[in-house]
């Protein structure tokens, strides 16, 4: 099992920052992806950002240029660095970790999700 504890969440004013953290432990071993993904009341949840093992980075248009994913492998923790905030940005922030077995298939595990609002 895979434990993911975030924090980071709050209430910031449109055009602020904030700064996410999802902490990883328990069999943590072979993860090879961990993400974020938002979502809002009635839709589904949606990327943000991801990070490889290998240290690549995928993410969503609505993003780039504002956030950042970045990984301490010491600390087993993935952060997002969320600037230049919008309204639009308010969603509950989920981390997800991947971790493939042998047999093939993947494992997902989500967190227990932070809420972000942005707003005036």
């Known amino acids: 099992q895979v434990q993911l504890v975030e924090s980071g969440g709050g209430s910031v004013q449109p055009g602020g920052s904030l700064r996410l953290s999802c902490a990883a432990s328990?069999?943590?071993?072979?993860?090879?992806?961990m993400g974020w993904y938002r979502q809002t009341p009635g839709k589904q949840r949606d990327l943000v950002a991801r990070?490889?093992?290998?240290?690549?980075?995928v993410y969503a248009d609505s993003v780039k240029g504002r956030f950042t994913i970045s990984s301490d492998n010491a600390k087993n923790t993935v952060y997002l660095q969320m600037n230049s905030l919008k309204p639009e940005d308010t969603a509950v922030y989920f981390c997800?970790?991947?971790?493939?077995?042998?047999?093939?298939?993947?494992?997902?595990?989500w967190g227990q999700g932070t809420q972000v609002t942005v707003s005036s």
């Open positions: 328990g069999s943590i071993a072979s993860i090879n992806a």
């Open positions: 997800k970790a991947d971790k493939p077995t042998r047999w093939g298939t993947t494992i997902i595990y």
């Open positions: 990070i490889t093992s290998g240290g690549s980075t």
